[in-house]
């Protein structure tokens, strides 16, 4: 009882000195989870500038298994190829959701079927569902009736916003056939028209909103 006490201390006063930080995840497996560098810096400026975020302007980088996590009150994973959770970071990182923090997974291409199994090992009771577009992550600042909106074509398939649930309260967030790292990337590097990039800039936000308000 003590260790749980001091536990959620920890977690408290964490929470209260970063809550408006944000981080990267550098999981294990060989796959590229350094990929965008631009990406989530830009996402951070314009939350900063549109939602009234005050974020680091550049998100730390933690480790699945470390406490650190408990820091932030979102975690962004992407990449294109092999994820891999040991059993100790499976059990931190469903702590972590359990106990406020939310994660966005986003595929960069090619991610799908390794976090989908690694998943199983975070969440064994629970599956990937996906969101109706009624669901208020579409509409916590900018509306999106769609749902998510498509901005690579990648193999052509519509996006695909699923999430894991607990307790009514979405926890884990995989963004699929969409690509929204890449949006929001500087422009010249996918040179993606504005439209598209803003779309996918007012998606971010409507996602860090949700994480730090629920």
């Known amino acids: 009882m ?5 536990f959620i201390l920890f977690v408290l006063i964490s929470i209260s000195v970063y809550g408006q930080d944000i981080a990267v995840v ?14 989530l810096p830009n996402l951070i400026k314009f939350c900063n500038q549109n939602i009234n975020t005050a974020i680091a302007d550049k998100p730390k980088t933690v480790k699945p298994e470390s406490v650190d996590i408990f820091q932030y009150p979102y975690l962004h994973m992407t990449g294109h ?22 994660i966005h997974i986003d ?3 090619g991610m799908e079927p390794y976090i989908r199994k690694e998943l199983v090992k ?3 009771d629970k599956e990937l569902v996906e969101l109706p577009v009624t669901h208020p992550i579409f509409s916590t600042k900018y509306n999106f009736p769609q749902g998510l909106p ?16 607990h307790e009514d309260r979405l926890v884990l967030l995989f963004t699929f056939e969409s690509d929204l790292g890449d949006g ?22 409507n996602i860090i909103k949700y994480a730090f308000e629920n």
Request: proline share 6%; aromatic share 12%; charged share 25%.
């Open 122 to 124: 975070v969440f064994p």
């Open 184 to 205: 929001w990337e500087s422009p010249e590097v996918h040179n993606d028209p504005e439209e598209v990039r803003l779309k996918a800039l007012q998606m971010g936000a």
């Open 26 to 39: 550098q999981y294990k497996g060989g796959g590229d989870w350094y990929s965008n560098p631009t990406a």
């Open 150 to 165: 498509k901005i690579h074509e990648h193999d052509g398939k519509r996006p695909q916003a699923l999430g894991i649930i």
């Open 107 to 109: 595929d960069n291409y």
């Open 81 to 102: 190829g092999n994820v891999f959770f040991t059993d100790q970071d499976a059990e931190n990182l469903r702590n972590y959701m359990l106990s406020g923090g939310f």
């Open 2 to 6: 003590i260790k749980l006490t001091q």
